[in-house]
């Protein structure tokens, strides 16, 4: 092997890393804002539930906020059933 070549090989990666690194991008990930929402939307019903009991909100906003809790469980039972497949899928690859 040249001398050369492997020092352009070198190069090269060297100019390729910082492409890799992440740059502006905020550190929150599709999934962390995914459950930072699940989160708010179970805060959100649980408030507006505890608000409701003392007379501070309507029934129409906590028949809402449960309709909007009811979603975000299937969504987030959903998500896990298929992660759990798809994991199951790969167990079962031969190696």
């Given at each position: ?5 492997s ?7 060297a ?18 804002r ?47 059933d ?14």
């Amino acid at each position: 092997m040249d001398i050369r070549s492997s020092t352009a090989a070198l190069q090269g990666y060297a100019q390729a890393r910082p492409a890799t690194k992440p740059g502006g991008a905020t550190p929150e990930t599709g999934f962390a804002r995914m459950a930072r929402d699940f989160t708010e939307t179970l805060q959100n019903a649980e408030n507006t539930a505890k608000a409701a009991m003392t007379g501070g909100a309507d029934a129409h906003a906590l028949v809402q906020a449960l309709a909007q809790t009811e979603l975000a469980v299937e969504t987030a039972v959903t998500v896990r059933d298929k992660v759990v497949e798809a994991y199951q899928e790969i167990l079962r690859m031969p190696v």
